[in-house]
């Protein structure tokens, strides 16, 4: 238990410095943002409370805020997605439910089910985080267009650091 809690702290930490050394100098002409922090709350077990979810959803946006010096956005963005993971993993769980000890991670879970979970978090999250950010419906296909490029992006992201990280486990 106290070495799951370690390897989560690491993991938010790491994910957070990923976002704000790495990944925020990239640029793509301000098409597509890449917004992999997400990540922190994606890979949070399913036994998790949604209370704690939130609470560490919440906590991830103020960090980034404070780097990105945005105000509450990602914080709102983040909250939101926290709240509704647990809907979405209500959603789409297997027939069974989850088992214990498995993570939410393509090599667990399979590409299938790994997709509509993380996709639908981060559309969630960047539909919050750029209409929050805009504030206003005069542009709302703009912002939709920026959402659904971004998103990809951010999926991609997350999921070769997937690939990379948390490829197939050795028996």
């Not at 990923?18 to 890449?34: D, H, T």
């Not at 789409?92 to 996709?119: C, E």
Request: with cysteine.
């Amino acid at each position: 238990m106290r070495t799951e809690i370690l390897r989560h702290t690491f993991q938010f930490i790491l994910y957070i410095l990923l976002q704000v050394l790495i990944v925020q100098n990239i640029s793509f002409g301000g098409y597509v943002i890449m917004l992999p922090y997400i990540m922190a709350i994606i890979m949070l077990p399913f036994e998790m409370p949604k209370m704690l979810v939130l609470f560490l959803s919440f906590v991830l946006g103020i960090c980034i805020d404070v780097f990105y010096d945005s105000a509450g956005l990602h914080a709102a963005a983040c909250t939101a997605m926290g709240f509704s993971r647990h809907y979405i993993l209500k959603y789409i769980a297997p027939r069974g439910g989850y088992d214990i000890g498995v993570k939410p991670i393509v090599s667990d879970m399979g590409i299938t089910w790994f997709l509509s979970y993380a996709a639908t978090l981060v559309a969630v999250h960047h539909f919050v985080l750029f209409y929050l950010e805009v504030f206003r419906f005069t542009d709302f296909l703009q912002t939709l267009w920026r959402v659904i490029r971004s998103s990809i992006g951010t999926f991609a992201l997350i999921y070769l650091i997937q690939f990379l990280f948390y490829g197939k486990r050795k028996n």
